[in-house]
């Protein structure tokens, strides 16, 4: 979650067109990209992470190129309508088609492809593996 906002709540909004940017690689020679588009929860986020460093042992580096910026209310169960917005029930991070989630690099390819999969399985949406030379 973030260290303060200006706002506790926000609206819903929608969630529509395809990433305009942080949809190519800016830090390691390889990636992953969101295919479909949804909210990735910031557990949804630590489980992918953990799932890549864990496969790794400490080879290479990781960068993480979403954050869970906005937050989802939820009104306890059993409550009648009304009466407000509930309380602030966890963070996420907007996602659409096209955006890089996480980077890699200094690992080879195999290692890079693996570690990935074993991330996209934590994920709520299809994503593919996308490298450098996709990108020149």
Excluded at 9 to 33: E, N, P, S
Excluded at 49 to 73: C, D, E, M, Q
Excluded at 112 to 119: G, H, I, T, Y
Aim: hydrophobic content about 35%.
């Amino acid at each position: 979650m973030p260290k303060r906002t200006k706002y506790r709540k926000q609206q819903q909004g929608r969630l529509r067109g395809v990433a305009k940017r942080g949809d190519t690689l800016a830090f390691g020679d390889y990636g992953i990209q969101a295919l479909g588009r949804g909210e990735l929860t910031s557990n949804q986020i630590e489980a992918a992470r953990v799932a890549i460093n864990r496969y790794l042992s400490r080879r290479g580096k990781v960068w993480i190129r979403v954050f869970p910026h906005f937050p989802i209310t939820k009104k306890p169960a059993e409550t009648r309508q009304g009466k407000g917005k509930g309380p602030v029930e966890y963070w996420c991070a907007r996602v659409k088609p096209g955006t890089i989630l996480f980077e890699l690099g200094g690992v080879p390819i195999s290692s890079a492809r693996e570690a990935m999969r074993l991330a996209d399985g934590k994920l709520p949406f299809r994503c593919r593996f996308v490298s450098k030379e996709v990108f020149i």
